[in-house]
């Protein structure tokens, strides 16, 4: 079984230009998720998608960013225009549906991350 | 407060040893605890999960959860210098609509030949 998969897998970009990160998840995981971490920096959350919807995007930086999940498959992360600050790892990550409210949380699978920099 | 906290170490134990990793909460209603090892250059993979307090062993790993003190351990016995990585406590928040992971920085493990 295919893992979660992402590209590019390296991205060297100027500032003020776009930049595309894909992210296929696990075959058949409704729920998809963005992470970031930049230097030195913990894992932060970005948002959550519940098949094509935005479950949760509290973790998004500002309006430059702009993540889509088009029929629920693969999701689309653009940062649009890129800063120094965007520099990272951008980690998309999967799991299976919730067990429900009270239940515990589904593993999370990650994939290998997106690298970007911004100069 | 960060949500979880981890000491970033580096934490250096000589091969064959007992490696003790540690890791503190803010939220109570926290539910799910996840280590995950982070190899240099590599994506985060899941080693461990637990759910109750207590111990949870698998192999060489032994993951203890306490919630009432809001805490979550990871040891590793027999340590291996392939066991040198960055680990990852991860904790899940799922409420009604609300899921979320919270990360901390991660420990450096060095484990010495």
């Known amino acids: 079984e295919a893992g979660v998969t992402q590209f590019p897998s390296h991205s060297v970009i100027e500032k003020g230009q776009t930049v595309t990160l894909r992210c296929d998840p696990i075959?058949?995981?409704?729920?998809l998720y963005w992470y970031r971490r930049v230097m030195g920096k913990e894992i932060k959350f970005l948002l959550h998608?519940?098949?094509?919807?935005?479950?949760?995007e509290s973790g998004m930086p500002n309006n430059r960013f702009l993540a889509e999940r088009t029929g629920g498959t693969y999701s689309t992360l653009k940062v649009q225009p890129a800063e120094l600050e965007d520099s990272g790892v951008y980690f998309c990550?999967?799991?299976?549906?919730?067990?429900?409210?009270?239940?515990?949380?589904?593993?999370?699978?990650f994939g290998e991350g997106s690298w970007l920099t911004v100069v | 407060q960060k949500e979880v906290e981890q000491n970033s170490g580096p934490l250096s134990v000589p091969e064959g040893a007992i490696a003790s990793l540690n890791c503190t909460y803010s939220d109570r209603v926290s539910q799910s605890f996840f280590w995950y090892r982070q190899y240099s250059g590599k994506s985060p993979e899941l080693i461990m999960s637990?759910?109750?307090?207590g111990d949870k062993e698998d192999g060489r790993f032994t993951a203890q959860l306490n919630k009432a003190s809001q805490y979550v351990s990871l040891l590793i016995r027999d340590s291996q210098p392939s066991d040198s990585a960055t680990y990852l406590c991860?904790?899940?928040?799922?409420?009604?609509?609300?899921?979320?992971?919270?990360f901390g920085s991660g420990t450096k493990l060095n484990v010495k030949p």
């Open positions: 637990i759910y109750s307090n």
């Open positions: 998608f519940v098949k094509e919807s935005k479950q949760d």
């Open positions: 991860a904790v899940n928040i799922d409420w009604n609509n609300f899921n979320k992971f919270y």
């Open positions: 990550a999967s799991s299976q549906d919730r067990g429900g409210a009270g239940q515990p949380g589904n593993t999370i699978y």
């Open positions: 075959s058949g995981h409704d729920n």
